[in-house]
């Protein structure tokens, strides 16, 4: 038997996105040079960063950082639909935005968490009110009045994460734009 040659036919790219795409990969090597070259000064920080924000969110979750993840594994679905609909402006978002869920088994996948922990992890975001199932059975965001139960809920923490996120991002912008 032989093998036949396949060859992917990849779409052109929209016009304009070719050098703005190319720009970006420059940059992020550039900074990802940088990083490597001052590896202590980025690893503190980044760990700093990282280790505060773990605990923030495991005293919210009382230890549980399974109930987390799969929490933000749905929220980051729910918001590439969003983004892909073009709606990254709209807050709250108009309730006639077509859901997206995710299942358990594609969760337990992502995450290599054991199904039945998922939907153990799905059941208690379920009773706070931050998640539904879908009657496909995938698992969406709930919202309240247009905005996700979960925000409303973690606004302090996510308030928080603004707060270090933007921390982190002004450490690492100095240390890229330091002087050689």
């Known amino acids: 038997m032989s093998e036949k040659s396949v060859t992917k036919v990849t779409p052109p790219a929209p016009k304009g996105t070719v050098g703005m795409a190319t720009a970006k990969s420059r940059r992020a090597s550039e900074i990802r040079d940088v990083f490597a070259g001052n590896y202590l000064d980025y690893q503190y920080r980044f760990v700093e960063f990282f280790v505060e924000h773990l605990e923030d969110?495991?005293?919210v979750f009382r230890g549980?950082?399974?109930?987390?993840?799969?929490?933000a594994i749905i929220g980051q679905v729910k918001l590439r639909a969003v983004r892909a609909a073009g709606?990254?402006?709209?807050?709250?978002l108009p309730p006639t935005l077509a859901r997206d869920g995710i299942s358990?088994?594609?969760i337990a996948d992502v995450t290599a968490i054991p199904r039945q922990t998922v939907r153990r992890k799905l059941a208690l975001l379920q009773?706070?009110?931050?998640?539904e199932q879908l009657p496909d059975n995938s698992w969406t965001l709930r919202h309240r009045d247009g905005i996700a139960g979960a925000r409303v809920d973690?606004?302090?923490?996510?308030q928080r994460a603004i707060d270090r996120v933007a921390r982190l991002f002004t450490d690492l912008e100095t240390l890229v734009n330091r002087p050689l």
């Open 104 to 106: 358990a088994s594609r």
């Open 87 to 92: 709606l990254m402006a709209q807050d709250p």
């Open 154 to 158: 973690l606004a302090e923490v996510d």
């Open 57 to 59: 969110v495991s005293r």
């Open 127 to 131: 009773q706070r009110g931050w998640v």
């Open 64 to 71: 549980d950082l399974q109930q987390m993840l799969v929490l």
